[in-house]
Each structure stands twice: as structure tokens, then as C-alpha cells.
């Protein structure tokens, strides 16, 4: 298949995946100029959760916009940005209480590297391996889910130190509880022998891997990460920018693993689209932040925060949580059944809309070409869908939260034409 890319004029820094010169979109649906349909399940790498252009957000960002389209957080008070704040920790628990905001999850993610140094006075940071965190130098610092990423950016953030993750390469034993104990014992070893817990100020995690491969990793090593930061009065950091506002079923994935983060890093599904994300912590904790020590020009923009607010009812008034949920479990149990007929499938697995289907060649390794192949027959055929994994051999699932059975079974029945098309 013939990719496009963009003029000469634009950077080729971007690879462009699908050929589609986008018109408009609606829910679930994109159209590109000549007309064509295409049924958009990556949302925008999980941003659109209320699907494109949900009409109460539009009236919003376009009341919003004939209003003011920039105040400056700094200059000028807006009642606006508190009401925001509250409306995010009213679905969180009690001690998040105080929210920073920022424009895209890489700058969210800096704010929390720099608040947990300011909060503890320690420097270094412990994250896992396959994690993503973003691309501006110190997010990319923490970002082990592929090398591409990090090639020829080095020297990189110091004081930063990666521990095993239960997935390690490939769909394998993740869940024995034998590869767990290991990667806990593996972390309280780096605590022995390279970063001490008197100098150790955060550990960061996906709770639920994203471009490493869609994996939530068993309950028991989340919490194990959680007790040995307890132990050792360690800040535990959950970059939810991908899982957050619905994704898996739930508000927030750290739900799933009965524990709850120190600071959760939010963005993405937050404002349907528009540029916005933040850190959520403790009051306590956010000021010890010395004020003025941190901050930026534009966020957060007030068409943002219109987009949020709006956003963040409509996640509520129209269930779109537990339709994550239930429509989650059709999908899944969807690939499931494909999984049981097509061998070149080795593993499906997710929490409510954020679902990973790996692929293996038949020699063992992983399926990277048949991944490719499956979503470009897709794409082909409507369905625009993305990999992710470290060889990028997982076909990612991320619809919007409003998608229904419907529109499960139509993409299914299009998935499983391009694997027999692929597959032959
Ligand atoms: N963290 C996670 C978990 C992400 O999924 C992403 C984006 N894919 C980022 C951080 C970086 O966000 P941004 O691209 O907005 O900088």
C-alpha cells in the first residue's frame, strides 16, 4: 500500500500510517474529502472518548470562542479554571485534591518530574520498562517503549532508573505470579543498588501499558509497587494520559488495582480534543510547589476548559463509563472468539475500550508483519485501527466510549475479512 506523506514543505518527522486526507468527523465516523466513510477506532489515540465533534462539546468551544480565547492563568483570575479543577476531583478520591494544568501529557508529564523534586528534595525517578511517557527530553527520559523514540536524542534526563514490567517482549507469562515476585524483587534491588530511597523521589507507571503493547499487568505487581513505595516514602506516579476519563471501564485504571496513585497525570480524553492535561495530588503536597517556580504561557486555554467541563458531563450524564465497560466486554469477547480460529492470534486481552489483539509469526517471533498487513486491509475496507507494542506487533482497539454493538459487530466483521484476506 502506497502511503502519502506530506509536501516537502512539512517535516517528515511524522510517519503518516493511513492515506486519508481527513474532511470532517462525527461519533465514530471520519470522512475524508472525496466523501469516503471510515470508521475511526484509534480516537485520535484515545482523545475523542465522547467521539468526534460530540455537538454539546462544539457549542460549547463555539460559545467559549466568542467569548475570550486566551486569559492568561497568570494575569487574570477565571472562575472557569476552578470549576474545571472541581469537576475533576469530584471523580477522584478525597486526598487528589489540587490540580495543575497543562496543554499536552508530555508537558503534564514534566510538571510531575519537576513537582515531585520540588515536593521531596530528592532527585531521582524509578520507571518501568515499555512505558511511554511522551517525547520533550525529560518525558522521553522515561520512555522505554521503543528505541526509535530515544535514537540519537541521547544524553538524556539523569537520575532516572528503569525496573522490569511482568510483559517483557512478547504476549508471555506476564501473569505467573513467579515473573511478578521477580520484578518486584528486581525493584527493591535497584533501591539496594543504585537509586537509595533517600534519594528516590517518585516511581512513574502506566498502570495499563499503552504504546508498550496494551497490557494490565496482574494486580498483585501494582500493588507490590505501591507497598515498596510506601515502604520507602516514595511518590507513586500514574500516567493515566492514555487510560484516563473512561478508557478501560472505569474513570480512572488505577480503579482496577484497588490502590491509588500519589499523583495521577491526566490529558488526552479529558477535552475531546482540544489541547489540555494537568497533574492531580494532594493539597498538601502541591504547595510545597514554590510558587512561580513552574507555569506557561497559554494553558490552560479557555476553549480547552470549555471542552473539559462539557466533556467531563457528558462522560457522566450519558454513561459513557460503564458503556466502556459493557462494550468493552463485547469486543473482547468478539476477538476472543477469533483468537480461537486464527493461531496467528496469540493473545487478546483489555479493560473496557482499550483492547490489545497480539500477533506471532509461526516461527515464535513476533507478528510485526501480520499486524501491519491486518491494518492496512482494514484501513482498506474502512476500519481505521493502530499497532502499538515494542515491535509493533499488537493491534490496538481504542473506539470512542460512545461506540455501540452495532458498530463492534461491523468493524469485527471487517477485522476478520483482512485476517483471511492477510492470513489466505
Ligand atoms: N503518556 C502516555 C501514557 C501517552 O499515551 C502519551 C501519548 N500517547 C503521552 C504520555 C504523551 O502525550 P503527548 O503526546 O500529548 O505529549
Given at each position: ?25 462525527e ?73 495543575f ?18 515536593a ?11 512505558g ?86 496482574p ?50 480524553g ?30 490552560p ?10 466533556t ?18 463485547y ?50 475496507k ?43
Amino acid at each position: 500500500m502506497s502511503v502519502k506523506s506530506y509536501s516537502d514543505s512539512v517535516s517528515k518527522v511524522w510517519p503518516l500510517f493511513t492515506n486519508v486526507d481527513v474532511d470532517y468527523g462525527e461519533d465514530i465516523f471520519l470522512y475524508d474529502r472525496q466523501g469516503k466513510k471510515f470508521i475511526d477506532f484509534t480516537s485520535g489515540i484515545g482523545v475523542t472518548n465522547t467521539g468526534h465533534c460530540h455537538p454539546r462539546v462544539v457549542n460549547a468551544i463555539k460559545e467559549q470562542s466568542e467569548k475570550l480565547l486566551h486569559g492568561q492563568t497568570t494575569i487574570l483570575y477565571n472562575s472557569m479554571i476552578d470549576e474545571l479543577a472541581n469537576s475533576i476531583i469530584k471523580i477522584l478520591p478525597d486526598e487528589l485534591n489540587c490540580v495543575f494544568f497543562s496543554n499536552s501529557g508530555s508537558e503534564a508529564v514534566e510538571s510531575a518530574i519537576k513537582l515531585v523534586r520540588h515536593a521531596t528534595g530528592k532527585p531521582n525517578i524509578i520507571c518501568f520498562q515499555g512505558g511511554y511517557h511522551g517525547r520533550s527530553i525529560g518525558a522521553l527520559s522515561l520512555t522505554t517503549a521503543k528505541s526509535v523514540y530515544r535514537s540519537g536524542y541521547q544524553p538524556l534526563m539523569s537520575g532516572v532508573f528503569v525496573s522490569p514490567h511482568p510483559y517483557f517482549k512478547q504476549h508471555s507469562d506476564e501473569n505467573s505470579e513467579q515473573r511478578v515476585k521477580q520484578c518486584l524483587d528486581e525493584l527493591d534491588h535497584i533501591l539496594n543498588t543504585q537509586t537509595s530511597p533517600d534519594e528516590t523521589a517518585a516511581m512513574i507507571m502506566e498502570p495499563i501499558l499503552g504504546e508498550g503493547g496494551y497490557i494490565a499487568p496482574p494486580k498483585a505487581f501494582i500493588q507490590g509497587v505501591r507497598d515498596i513505595c510506601d515502604k520507602h516514602n516514595i511518590l507513586l506516579i500514574f500516567d493515566e494520559i492514555q487510560t484516563g476519563f473512561g478508557r478501560t471501564g472505569k474513570y480512572f485504571a488505577f480503579e482496577h488495582f484497588e490502590i491509588k496513585p500519589d499523583i495521577l497525570v491526566i490529558a488526552k480524553g479529558i477535552a475531546s480534543g482540544l489541547p489540555l492535561s494537568g497533574i492531580v495530588a494532594n493539597k498538601k503536597m502541591m504547595d510545597k510547589w514554590i510558587t512561580g517556580s513552574h507555569g506557561g504561557t497559554y494553558a490552560p486555554n479557555p476553549l480547552s476548559i470549555a471542552a473539559a467541563i462539557e466533556t467531563i458531563k457528558i462522560l457522566e450524564e450519558d454513561n459513557l463509563v460503564s458503556n466502556s465497560e459493557e462494550i468493552g466486554e463485547y469486543l473482547l469477547n468478539g476477538l476472543q472468539k477469533m483468537k480461537n480460529e486464527y493461531p496467528d492470534i496469540i493473545d487478546v486481552r483489555g479493560k473496557g475500550l482499550m483492547i490489545g489483539c497480539e500477533f506471532v509469526e509461526e516461527d515464535g517471533l513476533p507478528g510485526t508483519f501480520i499486524a501491519e498487513k491486518v491494518r492496512e486491509n482494514c484501513l482498506s475496507k474502512g476500519l481505521i485501527l493502530l499497532t502499538c507494542g515494542p515491535y509493533n506487533q499488537v493491534i490496538r482497539w481504542i473506539p470512542p466510549l460512545t461506540t455501540k454493538k452495532s458498530d463492534v459487530d461491523r468493524s469485527l466483521s471487517i477485522f476478520e475479512k483482512a485476517l483471511k484476506q492477510t492470513l489466505g
